[in-house]
Protein backbone atom coordinates (compact mmCIF):
# COMPACT_ATOMS: atom_id res chain seq x y z
CA UNK A 1 0.00 0.00 0.00
CA UNK A 2 3.13 2.57 1.21
CA UNK A 3 5.14 1.32 -1.36
CA UNK A 4 2.36 2.23 -4.07
CA UNK A 5 1.50 5.72 -2.97
CA UNK A 6 5.55 6.17 -3.15
CA UNK A 7 5.20 4.95 -6.72
CA UNK A 8 2.44 7.14 -7.42
CA UNK A 9 4.35 10.33 -5.70
CA UNK A 10 7.64 9.55 -7.23
CA UNK A 11 6.19 9.33 -10.45
CA UNK A 12 4.19 12.33 -10.67
CA UNK A 13 7.53 14.63 -9.49
CA UNK A 14 9.02 12.83 -12.68
CA UNK A 15 6.39 13.64 -15.50
CA UNK A 16 6.40 17.20 -13.85
CA UNK A 17 9.90 18.04 -14.69
CA UNK A 18 9.58 16.33 -18.07
CA UNK A 19 6.73 18.56 -19.27
CA UNK A 20 8.36 20.13 -22.29
CA UNK A 21 7.45 23.98 -21.26
CA UNK A 22 9.43 23.20 -17.52
CA UNK A 23 12.59 21.45 -19.81
CA UNK A 24 12.66 24.70 -22.15
CA UNK A 25 12.74 27.18 -19.06
CA UNK A 26 14.85 25.03 -16.77
CA UNK A 27 18.57 25.01 -16.45
CA UNK A 28 19.72 22.20 -18.15
CA UNK A 29 22.23 20.88 -15.10
CA UNK A 30 19.36 20.82 -12.55
CA UNK A 31 17.35 19.35 -15.13
CA UNK A 32 19.83 16.64 -15.49
CA UNK A 33 20.10 16.14 -11.66
CA UNK A 34 16.22 16.24 -11.07
CA UNK A 35 15.96 13.88 -14.39
CA UNK A 36 18.83 11.36 -12.46
CA UNK A 37 16.98 11.79 -8.93
CA UNK A 38 13.75 11.03 -10.08
CA UNK A 39 15.45 7.63 -12.10
CA UNK A 40 16.71 6.43 -9.30
CA UNK A 41 14.35 6.75 -6.62
CA UNK A 42 11.71 5.24 -9.06
CA UNK A 43 14.09 2.20 -9.46
CA UNK A 44 14.09 1.85 -5.82
CA UNK A 45 10.77 2.48 -5.05
CA UNK A 46 10.48 -0.48 -7.92
CA UNK A 47 12.50 -2.67 -6.26
CA UNK A 48 11.28 -2.54 -2.52
CA UNK A 49 7.98 -3.06 -4.31
CA UNK A 50 9.31 -6.07 -6.19
CA UNK A 51 10.74 -7.38 -2.88
CA UNK A 52 7.71 -6.47 -0.90
CA UNK A 53 6.18 -8.96 -3.62
CA UNK A 54 8.35 -11.33 -3.32
CA UNK A 55 8.59 -11.82 0.25
CA UNK A 56 4.67 -12.27 0.10
CA UNK A 57 5.01 -15.30 -2.27
CA UNK A 58 7.46 -16.65 -0.04
CA UNK A 59 5.91 -16.41 2.77
CA UNK A 60 2.55 -17.25 1.72
CA UNK A 61 3.39 -21.43 1.43
CA UNK A 62 4.56 -20.57 5.23
CA UNK A 63 1.67 -18.69 6.28
CA UNK A 64 -0.83 -21.83 4.53
CA UNK A 65 1.02 -24.28 6.88
CA UNK A 66 1.08 -22.36 9.55
CA UNK A 67 -2.88 -22.20 9.10
CA UNK A 68 -3.12 -25.91 8.17
CA UNK A 69 -1.25 -26.98 11.72
CA UNK A 70 -3.31 -24.20 13.29
CA UNK A 71 -6.86 -26.21 12.01
CA UNK A 72 -5.33 -29.58 13.16
CA UNK A 73 -4.76 -28.47 16.32
CA UNK A 74 -8.22 -27.46 16.87
CA UNK A 75 -9.43 -31.10 15.72
CA UNK A 76 -10.23 -30.36 11.98
CA UNK A 77 -8.81 -33.12 10.29
CA UNK A 78 -8.00 -31.63 6.71
CA UNK A 79 -7.08 -32.75 2.98
CA UNK A 80 -2.74 -32.83 2.99
CA UNK A 81 -1.04 -30.06 2.09
CA UNK A 82 0.07 -29.57 -1.14
CA UNK A 83 4.01 -30.06 -1.45
CA UNK A 84 5.29 -27.28 -3.42
CA UNK A 85 7.79 -24.39 -3.18
CA UNK A 86 11.13 -24.63 -2.12
CA UNK A 87 13.13 -27.34 -1.38
CA UNK A 88 12.76 -26.91 2.36
CA UNK A 89 8.96 -26.30 1.65
CA UNK A 90 8.27 -29.08 0.28
CA UNK A 91 10.41 -31.71 2.02
CA UNK A 92 8.58 -29.65 5.65
CA UNK A 93 5.09 -29.98 4.20
CA UNK A 94 5.82 -34.15 3.15
CA UNK A 95 6.67 -34.20 6.71
CA UNK A 96 3.57 -32.34 7.91
CA UNK A 97 1.73 -34.74 6.08
CA UNK A 98 3.21 -37.45 7.26
CA UNK A 99 2.68 -36.50 10.59
CA UNK A 100 -1.11 -36.00 10.21
CA UNK A 101 -1.81 -39.06 8.46
CA UNK A 102 -0.22 -40.67 11.37
CA UNK A 103 -2.63 -38.49 14.03
CA UNK A 104 -5.58 -40.17 11.84
CA UNK A 105 -4.28 -43.68 12.03
CA UNK A 106 -3.53 -43.31 15.47
CA UNK A 107 -7.16 -41.71 15.97
CA UNK A 108 -9.01 -44.43 14.26
CA UNK A 109 -7.47 -47.23 15.87
CA UNK A 110 -8.43 -45.64 19.31
CA UNK A 111 -11.81 -45.24 18.11
CA UNK A 112 -12.15 -49.16 16.42
CA UNK A 113 -10.58 -50.12 20.45
CA UNK A 114 -12.86 -48.37 22.23
CA UNK A 115 -15.54 -49.66 20.31
CA UNK A 116 -14.38 -53.04 21.23
CA UNK A 117 -13.92 -52.34 24.67
CA UNK A 118 -17.68 -50.85 24.88
CA UNK A 119 -19.08 -53.96 22.96
CA UNK A 120 -17.18 -56.27 25.55
CA UNK A 121 -18.00 -55.03 29.01
CA UNK A 122 -21.23 -53.97 27.92
CA UNK A 123 -22.29 -57.63 27.24
CA UNK A 124 -20.07 -59.03 30.37
CA UNK A 125 -21.78 -55.97 32.99
CA UNK A 126 -25.49 -57.45 30.88
CA UNK A 127 -24.63 -60.96 31.94
CA UNK A 128 -23.30 -59.64 35.41
CA UNK A 129 -26.61 -57.73 36.26
CA UNK A 130 -28.76 -60.49 35.26
CA UNK A 131 -26.76 -63.23 37.41
CA UNK A 132 -26.95 -61.02 40.07
CA UNK A 133 -30.91 -61.49 40.38
CA UNK A 134 -29.91 -65.24 41.87
CA UNK A 135 -28.52 -63.50 44.75
CA UNK A 136 -30.75 -64.63 47.84
CA UNK A 137 -29.74 -61.75 50.36
CA UNK A 138 -31.70 -58.52 49.47
CA UNK A 139 -29.18 -56.96 51.07
CA UNK A 140 -26.14 -58.50 49.19
CA UNK A 141 -28.39 -58.25 45.87
CA UNK A 142 -28.75 -54.58 46.13
CA UNK A 143 -24.54 -53.92 47.43
CA UNK A 144 -23.61 -55.73 44.23
CA UNK A 145 -26.59 -54.25 41.61
CA UNK A 146 -25.06 -50.90 42.90
CA UNK A 147 -21.93 -51.85 42.17
CA UNK A 148 -22.51 -52.77 38.47
CA UNK A 149 -24.66 -49.49 37.98
CA UNK A 150 -21.37 -47.59 39.34
CA UNK A 151 -18.83 -49.56 37.00
CA UNK A 152 -21.20 -48.79 34.02
CA UNK A 153 -21.38 -45.47 34.76
CA UNK A 154 -17.54 -45.05 34.79
CA UNK A 155 -17.21 -46.56 31.86
CA UNK A 156 -20.02 -44.71 30.16
CA UNK A 157 -18.31 -41.45 31.61
CA UNK A 158 -14.74 -42.70 30.11
CA UNK A 159 -15.95 -43.77 26.71
CA UNK A 160 -17.90 -40.27 26.35
CA UNK A 161 -15.09 -38.60 26.69
CA UNK A 162 -13.26 -40.55 24.50
CA UNK A 163 -15.50 -40.52 22.19
CA UNK A 164 -15.84 -36.57 21.68
CA UNK A 165 -19.84 -36.56 21.36
CA UNK A 166 -20.32 -33.02 21.46
CA UNK A 167 -17.92 -32.30 18.00
CA UNK A 168 -20.52 -34.07 16.13
CA UNK A 169 -24.20 -32.79 17.61
CA UNK A 170 -25.22 -30.48 15.15
CA UNK A 171 -26.52 -26.86 16.71
CA UNK A 172 -30.40 -26.52 16.60
CA UNK A 173 -32.86 -24.22 18.37
CA UNK A 174 -34.20 -25.32 21.57
CA UNK A 175 -35.66 -23.89 24.39
CA UNK A 176 -32.21 -23.70 27.09
CA UNK A 177 -34.70 -22.73 30.28
CA UNK A 178 -36.94 -25.94 29.58
CA UNK A 179 -34.15 -27.88 29.14
CA UNK A 180 -32.35 -26.30 32.68
CA UNK A 181 -36.05 -27.13 34.02
CA UNK A 182 -36.41 -30.36 32.64
CA UNK A 183 -32.96 -31.40 34.27
CA UNK A 184 -33.77 -29.96 37.40
CA UNK A 185 -37.20 -31.83 37.43
CA UNK A 186 -35.32 -35.08 36.74
CA UNK A 187 -33.05 -34.26 39.74
CA UNK A 188 -35.94 -33.39 42.28
CA UNK A 189 -37.96 -36.60 41.28
CA UNK A 190 -35.77 -38.80 42.30
CA UNK A 191 -34.79 -36.73 45.53
CA UNK A 192 -32.05 -34.55 44.97
CA UNK A 193 -32.15 -30.77 45.83
CA UNK A 194 -31.72 -28.52 42.60
CA UNK A 195 -33.02 -25.59 42.21
CA UNK A 196 -33.68 -23.74 39.15
CA UNK A 197 -34.31 -19.71 38.87
CA UNK A 198 -34.27 -17.59 35.47
CA UNK A 199 -37.12 -17.13 32.69
CA UNK A 200 -39.64 -19.59 31.92
CA UNK A 201 -38.68 -19.73 28.47
CA UNK A 202 -35.39 -18.56 26.24
CA UNK A 203 -34.75 -19.69 23.13
CA UNK A 204 -31.25 -19.82 21.38
CA UNK A 205 -29.12 -22.31 18.85
CA UNK A 206 -26.88 -24.95 20.32
CA UNK A 207 -25.95 -28.46 21.12
CA UNK A 208 -28.92 -29.79 23.20
CA UNK A 209 -27.87 -33.32 24.21
CA UNK A 210 -24.14 -31.74 24.82
CA UNK A 211 -25.57 -28.70 26.86
CA UNK A 212 -27.47 -31.20 29.12
CA UNK A 213 -24.35 -33.64 29.78
CA UNK A 214 -21.88 -30.39 30.51
CA UNK A 215 -24.65 -28.56 33.13
CA UNK A 216 -25.26 -32.36 34.54
CA UNK A 217 -22.22 -32.98 35.49
CA UNK A 218 -21.33 -29.35 36.93
CA UNK A 219 -24.47 -30.26 38.93
CA UNK A 220 -23.55 -34.04 40.12
CA UNK A 221 -20.21 -32.14 41.31
CA UNK A 222 -22.12 -29.89 43.18
CA UNK A 223 -25.04 -32.79 44.43
CA UNK A 224 -21.22 -34.81 45.45
CA UNK A 225 -19.38 -32.17 47.44
CA UNK A 226 -22.25 -29.85 48.88
CA UNK A 227 -25.15 -31.88 48.60
CA UNK A 228 -27.32 -29.23 46.71
CA UNK A 229 -27.15 -27.09 43.45
CA UNK A 230 -28.78 -24.56 42.17
CA UNK A 231 -28.88 -23.35 38.69
CA UNK A 232 -29.47 -19.82 37.59
CA UNK A 233 -29.43 -18.60 33.74
CA UNK A 234 -29.46 -15.22 32.59
CA UNK A 235 -28.75 -12.92 29.27
CA UNK A 236 -26.85 -10.20 29.53
CA UNK A 237 -25.56 -7.86 26.59
CA UNK A 238 -26.05 -10.93 24.08
CA UNK A 239 -24.19 -13.45 26.52
CA UNK A 240 -25.87 -16.20 27.86
CA UNK A 241 -24.66 -17.17 31.23
CA UNK A 242 -25.33 -20.12 33.47
CA UNK A 243 -24.35 -20.72 36.56
CA UNK A 244 -24.20 -23.71 38.65
CA UNK A 245 -23.39 -22.68 42.81
CA UNK A 246 -23.47 -24.60 45.62
CA UNK A 247 -22.59 -23.79 49.62
CA UNK A 248 -19.47 -26.53 50.26
CA UNK A 249 -16.27 -26.59 50.91
CA UNK A 250 -15.26 -25.04 47.49
CA UNK A 251 -11.57 -25.61 45.76
CA UNK A 252 -8.58 -23.99 47.12
CA UNK A 253 -7.48 -20.94 44.87
CA UNK A 254 -4.26 -22.43 43.85
CA UNK A 255 -5.76 -25.42 42.60
CA UNK A 256 -9.02 -23.66 40.64
CA UNK A 257 -7.06 -23.91 37.45
CA UNK A 258 -6.21 -27.38 37.29
CA UNK A 259 -9.29 -28.54 37.91
CA UNK A 260 -10.60 -28.61 34.44
CA UNK A 261 -7.75 -30.65 33.46
CA UNK A 262 -8.63 -34.80 32.55
CA UNK A 263 -8.76 -36.83 35.75
CA UNK A 264 -8.03 -34.10 38.17
CA UNK A 265 -9.66 -34.90 41.56
CA UNK A 266 -9.37 -32.41 44.80
CA UNK A 267 -8.46 -35.19 46.68
CA UNK A 268 -5.30 -36.49 45.44
CA UNK A 269 -5.43 -39.66 47.03
CA UNK A 270 -8.66 -40.49 44.94
CA UNK A 271 -10.37 -41.96 47.60
CA UNK A 272 -13.53 -43.78 46.59
CA UNK A 273 -15.87 -42.09 48.74
CA UNK A 274 -16.22 -39.19 46.56
CA UNK A 275 -16.13 -41.50 43.43
CA UNK A 276 -16.08 -40.49 39.51
CA UNK A 277 -13.10 -40.83 37.08
CA UNK A 278 -12.74 -36.62 37.53
CA UNK A 279 -13.85 -36.60 34.21
CA UNK A 280 -16.95 -34.46 34.68
CA UNK A 281 -15.31 -30.81 34.62
CA UNK A 282 -13.11 -31.52 31.80
CA UNK A 283 -16.20 -32.97 29.65
CA UNK A 284 -17.91 -30.01 30.76
CA UNK A 285 -15.16 -27.60 29.37
CA UNK A 286 -15.26 -29.55 26.23
CA UNK A 287 -18.48 -28.64 25.29
CA UNK A 288 -18.66 -25.50 26.21
CA UNK A 289 -15.12 -24.92 23.95
CA UNK A 290 -17.42 -26.53 21.38
CA UNK A 291 -19.97 -24.13 21.82
CA UNK A 292 -17.32 -20.86 21.49
CA UNK A 293 -18.11 -20.47 25.27
CA UNK A 294 -16.18 -20.77 28.41
CA UNK A 295 -16.13 -22.33 31.43
CA UNK A 296 -15.10 -20.37 34.67
CA UNK A 297 -14.14 -22.08 38.63
CA UNK A 298 -14.74 -19.81 41.11
CA UNK A 299 -15.00 -19.93 44.71
CA UNK A 300 -17.92 -18.03 46.90
CA UNK A 301 -18.07 -15.79 49.84
CA UNK A 302 -18.73 -16.97 52.47
CA UNK A 303 -18.60 -20.23 51.37
CA UNK A 304 -19.36 -22.25 48.08
CA UNK A 305 -17.99 -23.13 44.34
CA UNK A 306 -19.86 -21.39 41.88
CA UNK A 307 -19.04 -22.93 38.41
CA UNK A 308 -19.93 -20.74 35.13
CA UNK A 309 -20.68 -21.17 31.34
CA UNK A 310 -20.83 -18.69 29.47
CA UNK A 311 -21.88 -18.79 25.88
CA UNK A 312 -22.43 -16.08 22.95
CA UNK A 313 -26.05 -15.64 21.73
CA UNK B 1 -52.72 -60.66 34.33
CA UNK B 2 -53.24 -62.66 31.09
CA UNK B 3 -54.95 -66.05 30.39
CA UNK B 4 -52.37 -67.77 27.98
CA UNK B 5 -48.27 -67.56 28.98
CA UNK B 6 -46.72 -64.71 26.49
CA UNK B 7 -43.92 -65.73 24.27
CA UNK B 8 -40.84 -63.82 24.10
CA UNK B 9 -37.68 -64.56 21.48
CA UNK B 10 -34.61 -63.74 22.06
CA UNK B 11 -32.17 -62.54 19.58
CA UNK B 12 -28.51 -62.13 20.32
CA UNK B 13 -25.34 -63.56 19.53
CA UNK B 14 -23.85 -64.11 23.23
CA UNK B 15 -25.49 -67.45 24.19
CA UNK B 16 -25.16 -66.78 28.02
CA UNK B 17 -27.05 -63.74 28.07
CA UNK B 18 -29.60 -65.63 26.04
CA UNK B 19 -29.58 -68.47 28.64
CA UNK B 20 -29.84 -65.59 31.58
CA UNK B 21 -32.56 -63.54 29.86
CA UNK B 22 -34.77 -67.07 29.41
CA UNK B 23 -34.60 -67.83 33.23
CA UNK B 24 -35.76 -64.64 34.18
CA UNK B 25 -38.73 -64.18 31.89
CA UNK B 26 -39.31 -67.79 32.67
CA UNK B 27 -39.69 -66.85 36.17
CA UNK B 28 -41.90 -64.08 35.42
CA UNK B 29 -43.95 -65.68 33.89
CA UNK B 30 -42.99 -65.63 30.19
CA UNK B 31 -42.19 -68.55 28.09
CA UNK B 32 -38.53 -67.45 26.02
CA UNK B 33 -36.88 -69.03 23.50
CA UNK B 34 -33.57 -67.71 21.77
CA UNK B 35 -32.14 -67.91 18.63
CA UNK B 36 -28.01 -66.33 18.07
CA UNK B 37 -28.47 -65.32 14.35
CA UNK B 38 -31.52 -63.84 12.47
CA UNK B 39 -30.95 -67.21 10.32
CA UNK B 40 -32.38 -69.11 13.54
CA UNK B 41 -34.57 -66.55 14.23
CA UNK B 42 -35.93 -66.73 10.64
CA UNK B 43 -36.57 -70.54 11.39
CA UNK B 44 -38.31 -70.27 14.51
CA UNK B 45 -40.57 -67.09 13.89
CA UNK B 46 -41.90 -69.30 10.41
CA UNK B 47 -42.77 -72.21 13.06
CA UNK B 48 -44.96 -70.01 15.57
CA UNK B 49 -45.80 -66.72 15.99
CA UNK B 50 -44.66 -64.60 19.20
CA UNK B 51 -45.65 -61.52 21.40
CA UNK B 52 -42.20 -60.00 21.23
CA UNK B 53 -38.96 -60.18 19.91
CA UNK B 54 -35.64 -58.90 21.85
CA UNK B 55 -33.23 -58.09 19.05
CA UNK B 56 -29.59 -56.97 19.71
CA UNK B 57 -28.03 -54.73 17.16
CA UNK B 58 -24.87 -56.01 17.28
CA UNK B 59 -24.69 -59.49 15.52
CA UNK B 60 -21.97 -61.05 13.55
CA UNK B 61 -23.36 -61.82 10.00
CA UNK B 62 -26.73 -59.53 9.85
CA UNK B 63 -26.78 -56.98 12.13
CA UNK B 64 -30.08 -56.50 14.05
CA UNK B 65 -31.23 -52.88 11.94
CA UNK B 66 -30.91 -55.13 8.95
CA UNK B 67 -32.73 -58.15 10.38
CA UNK B 68 -35.11 -55.51 11.94
CA UNK B 69 -35.78 -53.43 8.40
CA UNK B 70 -35.99 -56.98 6.88
CA UNK B 71 -38.54 -58.48 9.50
CA UNK B 72 -41.07 -55.38 8.64
CA UNK B 73 -41.76 -56.06 5.54
CA UNK B 74 -44.06 -58.89 6.02
CA UNK B 75 -44.13 -59.21 10.26
CA UNK B 76 -45.15 -57.12 12.51
CA UNK B 77 -44.00 -58.67 15.83
CA UNK B 78 -43.42 -56.02 18.16
CA UNK B 79 -39.79 -55.34 18.86
CA UNK B 80 -37.65 -54.57 21.30
CA UNK B 81 -34.13 -53.69 20.59
CA UNK B 82 -31.24 -53.54 22.52
CA UNK B 83 -28.57 -50.99 21.97
CA UNK B 84 -25.40 -49.51 22.78
CA UNK B 85 -25.66 -46.38 25.40
CA UNK B 86 -25.24 -42.90 23.99
CA UNK B 87 -25.00 -44.46 20.36
CA UNK B 88 -27.95 -41.95 19.41
CA UNK B 89 -27.95 -43.11 15.60
CA UNK B 90 -28.06 -46.57 16.42
CA UNK B 91 -31.14 -46.05 18.53
CA UNK B 92 -33.17 -43.45 16.46
CA UNK B 93 -32.33 -45.81 13.08
CA UNK B 94 -33.61 -48.85 14.66
CA UNK B 95 -36.74 -47.00 15.77
CA UNK B 96 -37.42 -45.49 12.55
CA UNK B 97 -36.84 -48.81 10.71
CA UNK B 98 -39.85 -50.04 12.98
CA UNK B 99 -38.48 -51.05 15.88
CA UNK B 100 -41.42 -50.48 18.88
CA UNK B 101 -38.88 -49.09 21.57
CA UNK B 102 -35.15 -49.70 22.61
CA UNK B 103 -33.19 -50.25 25.69
CA UNK B 104 -29.54 -49.64 26.17
CA UNK B 105 -27.05 -52.23 27.11
CA UNK B 106 -26.12 -52.85 30.30
CA UNK B 107 -29.55 -52.77 31.39
CA UNK B 108 -31.25 -53.43 34.56
CA UNK B 109 -33.47 -56.28 34.58
CA UNK B 110 -36.29 -54.95 36.40
CA UNK B 111 -36.31 -52.11 33.64
CA UNK B 112 -36.03 -54.62 30.80
CA UNK B 113 -39.21 -56.31 32.17
CA UNK B 114 -41.10 -53.21 32.86
CA UNK B 115 -40.56 -52.56 28.82
CA UNK B 116 -41.27 -55.67 27.64
CA UNK B 117 -44.77 -55.76 30.08
CA UNK B 118 -45.31 -51.89 28.16
CA UNK B 119 -44.69 -53.01 25.09
CA UNK B 120 -47.22 -56.13 25.01
CA UNK B 121 -49.62 -53.97 26.63
CA UNK B 122 -49.97 -51.03 24.07
CA UNK B 123 -49.36 -53.28 21.00
CA UNK B 124 -51.73 -56.05 21.86
CA UNK B 125 -55.38 -54.01 21.90
CA UNK B 126 -54.82 -51.94 18.86
CA UNK B 127 -51.81 -52.67 15.81
CA UNK B 128 -49.21 -50.14 15.28
CA UNK B 129 -49.97 -46.62 16.95
CA UNK B 130 -48.53 -43.28 15.15
CA UNK B 131 -45.28 -41.68 15.63
CA UNK B 132 -45.77 -38.22 15.71
CA UNK B 133 -48.85 -36.19 17.24
CA UNK B 134 -49.58 -32.68 16.53
CA UNK B 135 -51.80 -30.73 19.22
CA UNK B 136 -51.90 -26.96 19.33
CA UNK B 137 -48.78 -25.39 18.22
CA UNK B 138 -46.84 -28.43 19.33
CA UNK B 139 -45.64 -31.63 17.52
CA UNK B 140 -44.66 -34.69 19.69
CA UNK B 141 -42.06 -37.38 18.13
CA UNK B 142 -42.06 -40.63 20.04
CA UNK B 143 -39.53 -42.53 18.16
CA UNK B 144 -36.89 -39.47 19.23
CA UNK B 145 -38.84 -38.50 21.88
CA UNK B 146 -38.91 -34.51 21.00
CA UNK B 147 -41.28 -31.87 21.35
CA UNK B 148 -41.17 -29.20 19.55
CA UNK B 149 -43.19 -26.09 18.52
CA UNK B 150 -44.15 -25.53 15.04
CA UNK B 151 -41.19 -23.35 14.64
CA UNK B 152 -39.21 -26.53 14.83
CA UNK B 153 -37.80 -25.30 18.53
CA UNK B 154 -36.67 -28.38 20.81
CA UNK B 155 -38.53 -28.15 24.08
CA UNK B 156 -37.07 -30.84 26.56
CA UNK B 157 -38.86 -32.05 28.92
CA UNK B 158 -38.45 -34.11 32.02
CA UNK B 159 -38.71 -37.81 32.01
CA UNK B 160 -42.25 -37.66 34.09
CA UNK B 161 -43.47 -35.01 31.76
CA UNK B 162 -42.01 -37.10 28.57
CA UNK B 163 -44.00 -40.07 29.99
CA UNK B 164 -46.97 -38.63 30.96
CA UNK B 165 -47.46 -36.57 27.33
CA UNK B 166 -46.56 -39.81 25.40
CA UNK B 167 -49.59 -41.87 27.26
CA UNK B 168 -52.23 -39.18 26.60
CA UNK B 169 -51.04 -38.60 23.13
CA UNK B 170 -51.21 -42.27 22.62
CA UNK B 171 -54.53 -42.08 23.57
CA UNK B 172 -55.33 -40.97 20.06
CA UNK B 173 -57.48 -37.91 21.26
CA UNK B 174 -59.90 -40.05 23.75
CA UNK B 175 -59.70 -40.13 27.49
CA UNK B 176 -56.88 -41.82 29.45
CA UNK B 177 -57.49 -43.01 33.18
CA UNK B 178 -55.79 -41.95 35.87
CA UNK B 179 -54.54 -45.54 36.94
CA UNK B 180 -52.71 -46.00 33.34
CA UNK B 181 -51.16 -42.35 33.32
CA UNK B 182 -50.10 -43.40 36.99
CA UNK B 183 -48.59 -46.04 35.97
CA UNK B 184 -46.14 -44.34 33.34
CA UNK B 185 -45.15 -41.74 35.48
CA UNK B 186 -44.76 -43.55 39.04
CA UNK B 187 -40.85 -43.24 39.12
CA UNK B 188 -39.22 -46.96 40.27
CA UNK B 189 -39.72 -46.36 44.01
CA UNK B 190 -44.13 -46.50 44.04
CA UNK B 191 -45.20 -43.55 46.48
CA UNK B 192 -48.54 -44.89 47.95
CA UNK B 193 -49.79 -41.77 48.51
CA UNK B 194 -48.88 -40.79 44.79
CA UNK B 195 -49.03 -37.46 44.22
CA UNK B 196 -46.51 -37.60 41.07
CA UNK B 197 -48.68 -37.14 37.93
CA UNK B 198 -50.55 -34.58 40.07
CA UNK B 199 -47.15 -32.35 39.90
CA UNK B 200 -46.06 -33.88 36.33
CA UNK B 201 -49.47 -32.80 34.67
CA UNK B 202 -49.34 -29.15 36.17
CA UNK B 203 -45.54 -28.64 35.27
CA UNK B 204 -46.61 -30.29 31.57
CA UNK B 205 -49.24 -27.84 31.19
CA UNK B 206 -47.21 -24.84 32.12
CA UNK B 207 -44.42 -25.63 29.25
CA UNK B 208 -47.44 -26.03 26.68
CA UNK B 209 -48.82 -22.81 28.48
CA UNK B 210 -51.98 -24.86 28.91
CA UNK B 211 -54.24 -22.93 31.02
CA UNK B 212 -55.26 -25.19 34.11
CA UNK B 213 -58.26 -23.41 34.01
CA UNK B 214 -59.20 -23.05 30.46
CA UNK B 215 -57.85 -26.66 29.86
CA UNK B 216 -57.52 -25.89 26.00
CA UNK B 217 -55.15 -28.39 25.22
CA UNK B 218 -55.48 -31.16 28.17
CA UNK B 219 -59.05 -31.98 29.43
CA UNK B 220 -59.79 -33.38 32.72
CA UNK B 221 -62.74 -35.50 32.16
CA UNK B 222 -64.47 -36.26 35.17
CA UNK B 223 -64.30 -39.54 36.80
CA UNK B 224 -62.53 -41.03 33.46
CA UNK B 225 -59.21 -38.97 33.64
CA UNK B 226 -57.24 -37.00 30.60
CA UNK B 227 -57.17 -35.88 27.58
CA UNK B 228 -55.32 -34.55 25.12
CA UNK B 229 -57.26 -32.35 22.18
CA UNK B 230 -55.20 -33.91 19.12
CA UNK B 231 -55.06 -31.86 15.76
CA UNK B 232 -57.32 -32.97 12.80
CA UNK B 233 -55.46 -36.00 11.10
CA UNK B 234 -54.20 -37.49 14.37
CA UNK B 235 -57.01 -38.20 16.43
CA UNK B 236 -57.84 -42.05 16.23
Known amino acids: ?313 | MTETQQSILIVDDDTEICALLSIFLGRKGFRADSAHTSKDAEVLLARQSYDLIILDIMMPGEDGLQFCERLRRSDQTPILMLTALGEEVDRIQGLELGADDYLAKPFNPDELLARVKAIIRRTSPQKQSNTTYSFGAWRLNILRRELRRDDGTLVPLSSGEYALLEALARGGGQSVDRGTLMAQTRGREADPLDRTMDIQLSRLRKKLGDDAKEQRLIKTIRNSGYLLVLNEGDAA
Not at chain 1, 78 to 87: F, I, N, Q, R, S
Not at chain 1, 121 to 147: F, G, W
Request: no cysteine.
Open chain 1, 1 to 313: MVSVLIVVQVASVYFFFTDEDLVKTADITSGWLLHMIAWTSLTGVVMVAFAIWAAARVTKPFRNFSDAADRIGRGEMEEPLKEEGTAELVQASAAFNQMQRRIKRLIEERTRMLAAVAHDMRTAVTRLNLRSIEIESDELRAKIQSDITEMSQIMETALTFARDDSAKEPHQRVDVAALLKALTDDAQDIGDTVTYTGPDTLITSLKPISLHRAVQNLVSNALKYAGHADILLSVEAAILKITVSDSGAGIPEDQLDGMKEAYARLDASRSKNTGGLGLGLTIANDIVLSHGGSLTLANRTPRGLEATITLPL
